[in-house]
């Protein structure tokens, strides 16, 4: 029996990266899993794979910046499995600037997926979680959750804000036996990485230079993987973590501790 059996679990931005990772690590351990995105082809995959290892799972093509898509993702969670054990929002956008340079649209945009999205969400199926029994509701932070980052304002503050958002809905459903924490990654390699304008709107890098430029200001000297940030997604969502709520789980290499 794997550790989340007979769990349903919702995984927003599912279709790469630690999402990906997350949702094929909870396959293995046995949950059955709603997965969404904005890309059809790659969620379809991602889907077939799930269901290749065993459990039942089913991909919603979403933008979570649209409350009805955010509504419709749940109520397909509800109609194939009738619970939601565990929420994982992943969904969410880098964006960087200062406070000069931030457009009013990238500051939009940043907050209606990395803030209202996770609130909409997390307002969604806390009822049903209450129903169930319980529930864990992780959400993605970032270190820079609990540090600033320079020129990343406006991601920086979103972060910020799910970090609080992730305490207050701690102490506000703790009696409910409904769990909220938030995992906080360091840079983490996504495919990303290798896209113009990541690194300081330099051209694309290959994988041999993310890693030095993630070497040369992270402790451990390296960045961190999709399947490792997984794992800690995993702990916070499992019972493993029963008695942890409220908590921001730093995985970022040591970055935070400098």
């Known amino acids: ?44 995959s991602l889907e077939a794979e799930c269901r290749r290892r065993g459990v039942r799972a089913l991909f ?9 898509d955010c509504a419709r993702v749940v109520e397909a969670g509800l109609g194939e499995f009738g619970q939601i054990h565990i929420l994982f929002n ?26 209202t999205a996770v609130w ?6 806390i009822p049903h979680m209450r129903a169930a029994g319980g ?16 020129g990343a304002l406006p991601y920086a503050t979103s972060k910020g804000a ?18 909220v924490n938030a995992v906080c990654p360091g840079d983490t390699f996504v495919e990303r990485w290798l896209e113009k304008g990541y690194f300081e709107d330099s051209d694309p890098v290959t994988l041999e230079q993310a890693m030095r430029e ?19 997604v995993l702990f916070l969502a499992s019972d493993d ?9 730093l995985a970022d290499g040591g970055n935070t501790a400098q």
């Open 241 to 249: 973590s029963s008695f942890v709520t409220g908590h921001l789980l």
């Open 162 to 179: 799910v970090a609080l958002m992730t305490k207050s809905m701690a102490l506000d459903h703790a009696l409910e036996k409904i769990r």
């Open 135 to 150: 529930g864990s509701i992780v959400n993605n932070a970032s270190d820079w959750a609990v540090v600033g980052g320079k």
């Open 60 to 68: 919603v093509e979403a933008d979570h910046t649209r409350a009805e």
């Open 1 to 44: 029996m794997g550790r989340l059996s007979g769990k349903m679990a919702i995984i927003t931005g599912a279709t790469s990266g630690i999402g990906r990772a997350t949702a094929l690590l909870f396959a293995d351990e046995g949950a059955g899993l709603v997965l969404t995105g904005r890309r059809r082809e790659l969620g379809e």
């Open 214 to 232: 993630s070497a040369s200001y992270i402790p451990m000297g390296r960045f961190g993987l999709p399947e490792e940030i997984a794992r800690a």
């Open 120 to 125: 909409r969400m997390c307002r969604l199926v």
């Open 90 to 115: 992943n969904a969410g956008i880098v964006t960087r600037g200062t406070a000069e340079t931030t457009s009013e649209e990238d500051w939009a945009q940043t907050m209606a997926l990395n803030v």
